[in-house]
């Protein structure tokens, strides 16, 4: 049902309520710190500050697959960031990523730390540091940054539009979730039309493209986000479907999508990663259990 209340905004706006839903306690119009807090540091060369959410997954599965890759000094400690309870905003954290966003990353390789924000800025940094999962030809690599870049550009809408307004609004709003729904199914539409034609989101190649429309659009098809599946019809997307169960397949994905997670079933979840044992530990736990 619309919603019949209309609303006049002021005009000057001021935030003198709470925002209402699901992540009202942090959310506000100013950034900067909440209270001191220092991060911890491991032993490893990259430190990832992070929660297995769409973002945060993109970068746990490329730091997976570069180690199944080969590459050692891909080894990485993942802290987690409980961003319900604020830990986004403590100080150590703002110093690596003054937006409080999940993920961040700290590169400790060098003779002074890197940070790097943003998901796909932390795609791209790994993929050149460790010349993996971005095409040296230039239209290759440029075809596989058209893409990282339409989900950095797109989700958006996907997360912060539909998710919102049809999972954690406060208030059911015919016509937000109307305009944003009409939005992801088209997005949905674009990456269904051309998987028709591509193996891999860039083409022939699996990419860091792949990793970052994976978490969200995957998830999506397969019914991990908002509870959507059959609202959104996804059964109808075939190729999402068929390339969201060919990346499902990879070992490597399969862990980076343990890591951080603290929601689903205990068995998926290792809510911090220190070492590659951990995995072997999380498995053994389960087989104990019974599962």
Sequence with gaps: MADST?????????????????????????????HDKDLPVGRHPLQLYSLGTPNGVKVTIMLEELLALGHSGAEYDAWLIRIGDGDQFGSGFVAVNPNSKI????????????????????????????????????????????????????????????????????????YAIDRFAMETKRQLDVLDRHLAENAYVAGDTYTIADMAIFPWYGGVAKGWLYDAAAFLSVQDYKNVQRW???????????????????FGEPSSQLHERHDASDFETKTQDKIMAGG
Excluded: C
């Design 6 to 34: 209309e609303f006049t905004p002021p005009k000057v706006w001021t935030w003198n309520k709470p925002s209402g839903g699901r992540f009202a306690n942090t959310n506000r119009p100013i950034a900067g710190p909440t």
């Design 244 to 262: 969201a169960d060919m990346l499902l397949e990879r070992p490597a994905v399969q862990r980076g999508r343990m890591v951080n997670r603290i």
């Design 103 to 174: 993920p961040a990353l700290l590169d400790r390789s060098g003779a002074k730390p890197i940070r790097v924000f943003e998901s796909g800025s932390i795609l791209l940094y790994l993929a050149e540091k460790f010349g993996a999962f971005l095409p040296n030809d230039g239209v290759a690599r440029t075809e596989a940054l058209n893409w990282l870049f339409w989900q950095m550009g797109s989700a958006p809408y996907l997360g912060g539009g539909f998710g919102h307004f049809y999972a954690y609004a406060p208030t059911k709003i015919e």
